[in-house]
Each structure stands twice: as C-alpha cells, then as structure tokens.
C-alpha cells in the first residue's frame, strides 16, 4: 500500500503549491452591468470630481456663514430671500450681504454662499425674510467638490473584487465598463465504481455524485466558469481520459474522490501523468482532508480532494479558493467570522490542524458554537452547520466555554 510522504501543514502545503505557480492574467473589456464579483485587471483612476459642484446635504438656505455669526433665539439673524434652488438645476442666482436662497437637498450651492442653515433652525417672518436661530460655520452642510473622490486619484485598485458599491461609485464617474480579468475555467472529474449522477437511481452499493454539484457552487461563487466533465468508474484511463480533457479545456482541474492511500486510487498515478513538475503535495496534516493532492502540470494547478463532502468542501477553501484568486489576480480571500462560546468540548490529536462544523444558537443574548460532530462522508452535517471551528496544528483540543472564531460558510 503507498504511504502519504512529506505531511505538511495546510499552510505549507499552500506555499508550496504557490511558489510552483506563475499566474497570467488574461484581461477582458465588461459593461459595468455584468462586472459585479469580477476582479479588476488595472487600476481605476477617478476622470473627474464627485461631487464636481459644490452641493447642500441639507434643505434649508444657502448664506454666507459670517451673517449667521451670534444668532441665537433671542437674537436672530434677520436675511432677506432673494430666490430658490431646486435640484437638477444650475445655480443661477447669488448671494450677497445679508441674503440667502432657498435649497432643496442636492442642489447646486450658489455664487456668494459657503454655508446651508437647516430648515428647522429658520422661521419664516414674511414672504421674503427669515430669521436665522442658530450660526453655521463655513462648509457646514454641504459637499465641496472632489470631497468624495478628485480627479487623479485611484478609485479602486488592480485586483479589487468588485461589489455593489463600487458599481454605484464607478456609475458616478460615467464608467461603464471595465478592465477585468477572464474568470478561469475549472474542470471538475468526480471518480469512483459506487458513484452514479444525481438523475440516477443508485444500486446496490452505490451513492449519487455529490461533491460535483457542491464544487460547480463554489467554484461560482469565487467568480469563476465549472466545466463538469462527469463520473469517472475506478478506471485508470477513464479518469485520465477526462482528466486530460479538463487539462485541454480548462485552466485549473480538480478530481474528487481516489486521493486516499487505496490501492484501488488512480487519482495519484493520472496527475503525475499529466505533466510537469507533477504532484507536490501528497498528504497534509489536516482533518478532515489529510490525503488531498496538491499537484501542477505544465503550468496548472490540478487537485486531488478526497471524495467525501466534507473533506472536499474544507480543503476546497483551504487551497483551491485561494489558488483561483492568485491566478486571477484577486486579493486574497477573506473568511468571514464571528465570535462565539464553544457549547462542547472538542478533541484534537497534536500535529494536525482539525477543522469542525458548528452550528450557532443565540442563549441569553450571547452566540454559542454547537459542534456537529459527524464523519466526513455526511453531507448533512454540512448542511446542519453554519460554519467551523478551526483547531490549531499543536493546540490539543478545545474546551467548553472558551470563545472561538467560527468561520461562516
């Protein structure tokens, strides 16, 4: 029976995968429509000034803030009204010593002004005057021009992951496309005698294809294009045979299932036949997940990721998402956590990071990470969970009470 040689930590085992990888980062021209989750191949430079007029944040009057100057509520300040500003139009009245103009929200501030005085801190005393209750400073309640963004400078920088917001941001400065790179196509050959697609009915002894749709979602939902190229039987050259496929069709390939150290797994024997430098990574001290195969072939990362679900979706998130965001260019990943009170004790033998799914329960106003224990062929325990608990390499286990990082799926 092979053995699994040079167990690494996961971060190791990563570094290593990396430093073998030279990314090329192909660009392509989006309309600002389908560019949301897409990862920026240049900078983006501000073309202009937003706002590029200087404009009220408030309704109210735009005064010159000296004539406001002591004002109270015994004391007003007394300023004749000399016109109104609506937004969407241009500013064409100005405004003097002792005058002010009334501004909706928006509006463009007028010639002579450097200040809005609230609504609620004036009273109407005729049909041209008011009486000001309150002083105002200059700048107070209005936006000056380039306050939110000046010409020249970077907006949002090479290998942003673009989201809601700087579409609307881009949108302000009249882009409306952008340089992005192409999502990368991952190939994906799920292996095994026992495994059918999910539209069969299973036999005596076999299981429905499960990491193949759970792989086409998460390779989705990091930005990029799953090309499902089927079930493999335990077969050496019909998983080879697909496997070269997604070497033909794709930039990154993963098989799933045959990485353990069966004698019955092809998954190492295909990889290391799919070129050069071949296999790096053959083990990782990691649970669950130990047998993963971190490879590269003639420039592209391929993976070996054990064939149960929860192993397949833990070191997917360990070392495939990652590796599509540096070969796109992206920046790093980041997990999402929050903090919670373990509810149990969790076991963890030394030398191996362990990685447990929890699921969250709100116990007196205070978020408690409840393990689901369960071996790493169930999926549902996947499903049952809201995220995982990670267990350090040396850290021996972890005690009920102690606050912990869960990771959110």
Request: hydrophobic content about 45%.
């Amino acid at each position: 029976m092979k053995e699994l040689f040079r167990v690494l930590t996961p971060t190791d085992a990563l570094q290593l995968l990396h430093a073998n990888l030279t990314p090329q980062i192909q660009a392509e021209r989006v309309p600002l429509a389908a560019a949301l989750d897409r990862v920026l191949a240049e900078d983006l430079i501000a073309p202009l000034d937003v706002p590029d007029f200087a404009r009220s944040t408030m309704d109210g009057f735009a005064v010159r803030a000296p004539d406001t100057y002591g004002a109270s509520e015994g004391l007003p300040a007394y300023l004749k009204v000399t016109g109104e500003i609506f937004m969407g139009t241009r500013a064409d009245v100005s405004v003097g010593v002792g005058e002010t103009v009334r501004i909706a929200t928006g509006g463009m501030l007028p010639a002579g002004a450097d200040a809005v005085v609230m609504v609620e801190l004036t009273q109407d005393v005729d049909a041209s005057t008011i009486e000001v209750v309150k002083p105002v400073a200059p700048g107070e309640n209005v936006l000056q021009v380039g306050e939110d963004i000046m010409a020249g400078t970077a907006v949002l920088p090479l290998g942003h992951t673009l989201r809601p917001q700087d579409l609307g941001g881009l949108a302000s400065l009249g882009i409306v496309e952008v340089v992005v790179a192409r999502k990368l196509r991952v190939a994906i050959v799920s292996g095994g005698d026992e495994v059918v697609p999910p539209d069969q009915t299973p036999g005596p002894g076999q299981i429905r294809d499960v990491n193949t749709s759970t792989i086409v979602a998460l390779v989705q939902r990091a930005g990029h294009e799953p090309v499902p190229l089927g079930v493999a039987p335990d077969d050496y050259e019909a998983i080879a045979s697909l496997a070269r496929r997604g070497m033909a069709q794709a930039d990154v390939v993963i098989l799933s299932a045959g990485s353990s150290v069966s004698v019955r797994d092809m998954t190492a024997d295909v990889i290391t036949s799919l070129g050069k430098p071949g296999i790096l990574v053959h083990g990782v001290s990691l649970r669950p997940g130990k047998p993963t195969i971190l490879a590269v072939a003639d420039g592209k990362p391929v993976f070996g990721l054990p064939g149960n679900p929860v192993s397949c979706m833990v070191t997917f998130d360990l070392f495939v998402g990652p590796t599509l965001a540096l070969l796109s260019g992206a920046e790093a990943p980041r997990r999402q956590s929050v903090s919670a009170r373990l509810a149990r004790n969790i076991a963890s033998a030394a030398g191996r990071e362990d990685y447990v799914q929890v699921k969250l329960e709100s116990r007196d106003g205070e978020v408690w990470a409840v393990p689901v224990f369960g071996k790493s062929g169930l999926i549902y325990t996947l499903i049952r969970a809201d995220g995982m608990v990670r267990v350090e390499l040396d850290a021996g286990g972890l005690s009920e009470g102690t606050m912990v990082p869960v990771i959110l799926f």
